[in-house]
């Protein structure tokens, strides 16, 4: 499927506004869904549009994922002036300089270590899960695992015990995700809107956090849904080739006639 008649409309009016902010997830939208998260890189042509777009007049963009801040500067190696947000919305680069790095107090760690007492001995006894560190809390991945023992898994994690209910919880694609941090998607949207000044804002993305995002977008936000599923986003494509022609067009609509 490539992009429907009314979403390319949309962009039109979009691009036609003086300032815009671009704003898209990483995993599935930017780059395809792998096995292995740390060999994930954005597709060439969504890369070469993303490029050409940061360094157009008035035209912010930037990344918004799950991931922590190290992990994603690894992975997407962003182009220089793409803004990144990282861990939903708890960590930024290149807004405040010297302290875009979360750093858990005494209290979060004690109670994050309560948390890895819990889910590591569930988890080691389920073939292919994992525990993934993450600045502010602790995801158990089930992505490799037999699906009917990776959704058994998630079931029982899910149900913390009192002494950790404090915790904020996030689902998705085969990952249950606990933080000390509240903060998600729609925290970094509201932020980067006051920070550049803008309310006309283009959100992609693909999975539940993502929702969180299309929430927080102002009446004049226009929010892309990447694949199935149910979502709040007004408008959805298929996949991340669908990303990358949509990328393209923005670049098209936006770059000066000469
Ligand atoms: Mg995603």
Excluded at 3 to 26: G, I, P, Q
Excluded at 176 to 204: M, R
Aim: aromatic fraction near 4%; hydrophobic fraction near 45%.
């Amino acid at each position: 499927m490539s992009l429907s008649a009314e979403l390319k409309d949309a962009l039109r009016a979009f691009t036609a506004n003086e300032r815009v902010l671009l704003l898209t997830d990483f995993d599935g939208v930017l780059s395809d869904l792998i096995d292995d998260p740390r060999l994930s890189r954005i597709r060439d042509g969504s890369r070469a549009a993303l490029t050409t777009l940061s360094t157009l007049p008035f035209t912010d963009v930037g990344i918004v994922t799950g991931r922590p801040l190290a992990d994603i500067l690894e992975v997407a190696s962003p182009p220089a002036g793409v803004l990144v947000v990282a861990s939903h919305g708890l960590e930024f680069l290149q807004t405040s300089p010297g302290d875009d790095i979360y750093k858990p107090t005494a209290a979060d760690t004690e109670i994050l270590d309560a948390l890895s007492a819990f889910i590591t001995p569930l988890a080691a006894v389920v073939p292919g899960a994992w525990i993934e560190t993450k600045p502010a809390g602790m995801a158990v991945q089930t992505r490799l695992c037999e699906p009917d023992a990776g959704r058994q898994l998630l079931a029982i994690v899910g149900e913390l015990p009192d002494h950790l209910t404090s915790l904020t919880i996030r689902g998705g694609k085969d990952v249950l995700e606990f933080s000390v941090s509240s903060a998600t998607k729609g925290t970094a949207v509201t932020f980067l809107s006051e920070l550049k000044e803008t309310g006309n804002i283009l959100f992609i993305g693909d999975d539940v956090t993502d929702e969180d995002a299309f929430a927080a977008l102002p009446v004049t936000g226009i929010g892309v849904k990447v694949g199935p599923g149910e979502t709040r986003a007004a408008y959805r494509i298929s996949d991340t080739t669908d990303v990358t022609e949509l990328l393209e067009l923005l670049v098209e609509l936006r770059t000066p006639a000469l």
